[in-house]
């Protein structure tokens, strides 16, 4: 009789361990809009009467890797940040009164990555020493050493299933690299700082549209002449010589070299109101602000245009600088110093741009 | 006779104390060894810049930028490719005793539309200046090197509310320094 209590007992505290905080439910609802995001909303509900702690690190995505994502069966790379912390003290956990419960979405695509086409399952599920309490670990003896209990604590809700078409480019095959570190690539082209799926493909849609715009500044380089320049090249460039002309034609073939031949990383971190920018000295990364992305896609001051910009600023691309800003400042600058014009990054751009059209 | 000789042993004198401090180096540190001033009656600014001649690397290399309003009304300056927003492009030209331009290694930002928080005001007659370490964006080390302002078009408005950007060029000569 008293074996068997004991052992009820110890069955009892097994069974306390593993349903810890049973109390609290999560649930995830998962939707995807057709430009190849995935927002997943977590609610998590107390349905007990006594209220319930959770620790807030684990209710946010961009504190801890609070979803796991299976594709095809797989789990996909997270890039989110891993911190290393401190213990939590009693602010770090969010209180929920009995019926009470949090709601938060996050975007798991710029996250995640998801760029492969595929079926997804996704759940939340994190699992901690310190999940639902502060408490310290318990200090057992045993007679032989002392024993820590460890009690992990875990919350999880049950898988939401979706089918995505990933991310492609089209007709820039590329050989492909990996260079982790937060950074993918696809087809040859890489991405670091969290580009979403519909920031991909708006970098694969505007590099597509920069390869046009470089293939065919190229071939009106090649067709023209110094003796026989036209209003488009005069526009931009201003008076031909053969030096000048000859520049005109490595810069464009340099950048059409990069677009084509080149892994070019895009990061989509910065927040700031700029297009974008590029450290010269190092090839061939561009960050993308917010300008570039409410941009048109094609015409003055477009993505693709800021593409063949950024990319004429590496030094062993063409080396430009920003001596004006703007068509009318480039268009001055044709006329009172071609050859500083030749040196000016938004010149090729509005070259190869070619808005309004000229021949 | 006399008076000849005292005078003499004065001008040693001064020449001996002149000689001690150069030696020591106690007044080159701060002293501004060049500045250079363009002046163009068109253009209502005047750009300047200086730097101690003598720099040591561990404490970054400071080269200070001063631009003043010369002009009798109140302007406003655009902060783009000026040292007022720091480095968003490349601001100087810094060549090394071979006369090798250093490879500029900070950012070159693309924007299109100055905002009104692009503008720093400069009341007429006065000026404003800034610093900027030298180190952070060129690849600087023990050495002489030559120092100048990138030739660039600058844009200032007269009025807040105005729409039209008025260019002018701030151009300094060279100046030298040398890193220990």
């Given at each position: 009789m008293k074996y068997l209590s004991t052992l009820a007992l110890s069955g009892l505290s097994l069974f306390a361990l593993q349903v810890n905080a049973?109390?609290?439910?999560?649930?995830?609802?998962?939707?995807?809009?057709?430009?190849?995001?995935?927002?997943?909303?977590?609610?998590?509900?107390?349905?007990?009467?006594?209220?319930?702690?959770?620790?807030?690190?684990?209710?946010?995505?961009?504190?801890?890797?609070?979803?796991?994502?299976?594709?095809?069966?797989?789990?996909?790379?997270?890039?989110?940040?891993?911190?290393?912390?401190?213990?939590?003290?009693?602010?770090?956990?969010?209180?929920?009164?009995?019926?009470?419960?949090?709601?938060?979405?996050?975007?798991?695509?710029?996250?995640?990555?998801?760029?492969?086409?595929?079926?997804?399952?996704?759940?939340?599920?994190?699992?901690?020493?310190?999940?639902?309490?502060?408490?310290?670990?318990?200090?057992?003896?045993?007679?032989?050493?002392?024993?820590?209990?460890?009690?992990?604590?875990?919350?999880?809700?049950?898988?939401?299933?979706?089918?995505?078409?990933?991310?492609?480019?089209?007709?820039?095959?590329?050989?492909?690299?990996?260079?982790?570190?937060?950074?993918?690539?696809?087809?040859?082209?890489?991405?670091?700082?969290?580009?979403s799926n519909s920031e991909k493909n708006s970098i694969f849609s505007a590099l597509d549209a920069a390869d046009q715009m470089a293939n065919d500044a190229v071939a009106y380089l090649n067709s023209h002449s110094a003796s026989n320049t036209s209003a488009r090249y005069e526009t931009w460039f201003g008076e031909a010589t053969n030096s000048r002309y000859n520049t005109a034609a490595s810069n464009f073939d340099a950048i059409n070299d990069a677009i084509d031949n080149e892994s070019i990383t895009f990061d989509c971190s910065c927040n700031q109101s700029y297009f974008a920018y590029v450290y010269p000295n190092q090839p061939y990364k561009v960050y993308l602000c917010r300008a570039f992305w409410s941009a048109r896609e094609t015409g003055t001051d477009s993505r693709a245009g800021t593409i063949i910009h950024e990319l004429s600023h590496f030094n062993v691309v063409a080396g430009t600088d920003d001596v004006v800003y703007g068509q009318s400042g480039a268009k001055s600058l044709a006329i009172s110093n071609p050859n500083q014009a030749l040196n000016n990054a938004d010149s090729h751009e509005y070259f190869a741009e070619n808005t309004p059209y000229q021949n | 006779m006399t008076t000849t000789k005292l005078t003499w042993l004065l001008i040693f004198g001064i020449f001996l104390v002149l000689a001690y401090l150069f030696s020591t180096g106690q007044i080159p540190v701060n002293r501004v060894i060049a500045e250079t001033m363009t002046t163009n009656k068109k253009v209502p600014f005047q750009c300047r810049l200086s730097l101690a001649d003598k720099q040591v690397l561990e404490a970054g290399v400071w080269i200070n930028f001063t631009i003043s309003n010369t002009s009798d009304q109140d302007l406003e300056l655009l902060s783009w490719y000026t040292p007022f927003e720091g480095f968003m492009g490349e601001l100087f030209v810094i060549k090394d005793a071979e006369g090798k331009t250093l490879n500029y290694q900070g950012p070159k930002v693309k924007r299109l539309t100055p905002q009104p928080s692009d503008f720093i005001s400069i009341s007429a007659h006065s000026e404003l200046d800034t610093e900027l370490d030298l180190t952070l964006v060129y690849p600087l080390s023990t050495g002489s090197y030559s120092i100048s302002l990138k030739p660039r078009r600058l844009e200032y408005k007269a009025r807040v509310n105005d729409a039209d950007l008025l260019p002018f060029n701030c151009s300094a000569q060279e100046l030298t320094f040398n890193i220990r």
């Open positions: 049973a109390q609290l439910d999560a649930v995830v609802d998962i939707q995807s809009s057709a430009a190849g995001n995935v927002s997943a909303t977590l609610t998590i509900t107390n349905n007990g009467q006594a209220t319930e702690k959770i620790l807030s690190w684990y209710t946010d995505l961009e504190e801890e890797k609070i979803f796991h994502v299976l594709r095809d069966g797989v789990e996909v790379e997270f890039m989110g940040p891993h911190y290393k912390r401190h213990a939590p003290t009693e602010k770090d956990f969010i209180k929920l009164k009995s019926g009470q419960s949090l709601s938060r979405s996050f975007e798991l695509t710029s996250l995640y990555d998801m760029s492969e086409a595929g079926n997804y399952e996704i759940s939340y599920d994190v699992s901690s020493l310190h999940l639902f309490s502060n408490d310290q670990p318990t200090t057992q003896d045993n007679g032989i050493n002392k024993v820590q209990s460890a009690n992990i604590e875990r919350l999880a809700s049950d898988a939401s299933y979706l089918w995505l078409d990933g991310v492609q480019s089209k007709g820039l095959a590329k050989v492909s690299k990996k260079p982790g570190g937060g950074t993918e690539c696809i087809d040859g082209t890489c991405f670091s700082g969290r580009c | -």
